[in-house]
């Protein structure tokens, strides 16, 4: 028996290839995975006090011992976990989430950790590589006008605009612009040169006007989790988060910031979350929310995954520089897709884009296969 003030996490477990000729499965935020148990957890002052995987097909049994409060929870999760995710619009293109999507890092900055300097003062060459991501398949384009990777210096919201200003009016004339940006200033001029997305590291905490801006607009908003966004996206310089359990610490977060967002009028069915892999990690916390990714469904918003070329890529290959992280940024793509991901941000688009239609290929046989 759970004890009855303990608070219950759900993660899906147990993923079936086809819910053809399979019982007591469900479908997983209206995707394309179904599973048939789930890993209950229980945490009581912040601490983990009893696990237990349930199959699915003894679930009602498993509910019917819990605490009243329990039952209503555990209800509510399961709605959240299974009912299938509303659309992204996104001017004329409309995503919507039976299929997951693949969104083009494009990067107008001297000096971000993986492209920096590329398409630094040359708007006409950084929106060819814009369009060029769409025409390799991605869904989206996800522009920032500044880095962050750890150390970066803060960047004046009048450069980072004049940087990510030209570049928005001539992508945004054909594609769909996600702008990456945690200032208010920056996120009204991309929004109102055609923007249709804002992607905040600071899940609206760096600027006191973000929220206002991005419910006004009403566009979707990622928010993505960070340790201390108020000090920066890696909670400032010589900061060290030290998490007693990354997964439970991150999802609870994302929670309180999610609903933040709604009581500053932003419509929950535009709200996509992010773990924030990397960002004031180490690299044991960050396997641990990819290998438990699926608990963020929970939330009943889609998940994006930004895991391409990271650190922690290098640290578990050699030491792999940048440049040569694309076999383990795949990987860790695929990882995400195998527990529901539905967006995946990337830097090397026609790769990814390609693996994940081979990956759709294979559940689509295993649908019609018996």
């Known amino acids: 028996m759970f004890p009855p003030a303990a608070r219950l996490y759900l993660r899906p477990a147990r993923f079936a290839e086809t819910p053809v000729g399979a019982e007591d499965v469900r479908r997983l935020a209206g995707g394309l995975l179904w599973f048939s148990a789930l890993e209950v957890i229980a945490v009581e002052g912040g601490r983990r006090v009893a696990q237990q995987v349930v199959p699915i097909a003894a679930w009602d049994d498993f509910v019917a011992r819990l605490a009243d ?16 995710r509303a659309p992204l619009v996104l001017g004329e293109r409309t995503l919507r989430f039976d299929q997951p ?3 083009g890092i494009l990067n107008v900055t001297p000096d971000s950790f993986s492209d920096g300097g590329r398409h630094r003062d040359d708007p006409e060459a950084a929106a060819a590589a814009g ?3 769409i025409a390799a398949g991605a869904s989206l384009v996800d522009l920032g006008g500044e880095s962050t990777r750890p150390g970066a210096p803060l960047v004046w919201e009048g450069d980072e605009i004049a940087r990510i200003a030209p570049v928005v009016e001539r992508l945004a004339r054909a594609a769909p612009v996600s702008i990456d940006t945690r200032k208010a200033a920056v996120m009204e001029a991309a929004l109102g040169r055609g923007a249709q997305m804002v992607n905040d590291v600071s899940a609206l905490m760096w600027d006191t006007r973000s929220a206002e801006v991005v419910a006004k607009a009403g566009v979707p908003v990622v928010l993505m989790h960070s340790p201390d966004p108020a000090k920066g996206p890696h ?4 900061a060290s988060k030290a998490y007693a359990d990354p997964l439970i610490e991150v999802y609870d977060w994302l929670e309180a910031r999610i ?4 009581a500053a009028g932003i419509d929950r069915a535009r709200i996509v979350i992010d773990p924030g892999i990397g960002f004031g990690k180490g690299l044991g916390d960050n396997l641990a929310l990819l290998n438990g990714l699926a608990l963020f469904h929970g939330l009943g918003c889609p998940v994006m995954l930004g895991a391409s070329r ?4 290098g640290a578990l290959a050699g030491e792999a520089p940048v440049e040569a992280r694309l076999g383990g940024s795949l990987a860790l793509a695929m990882k995400g897709l195998e527990q529901g ?3 995946l941000r990337v830097h090397d688009v026609a ?9 759709r290929g294979l559940r689509d046989a295993a649908l019609v296969a018996r």
Do not use: C, S, Y
């Open 259 to 262: 609903d933040a967002a709604v």
């Open 69 to 84: 409060p329990q039952i209503e929870a555990a209800a509510a999760a399961m709605a959240r976990l299974t009912a299938p």
């Open 310 to 313: 990271k650190r922690m890529i």
């Open 101 to 103: 999507h693949v969104a």
């Open 235 to 238: 909670g400032g310089p010589n």
């Open 341 to 343: 991901v539905q967006l």
């Open 351 to 359: 790769e990814t884009v390609q693996a994940a239609r081979v990956w």
């Open 131 to 133: 369009f060029d991501q």
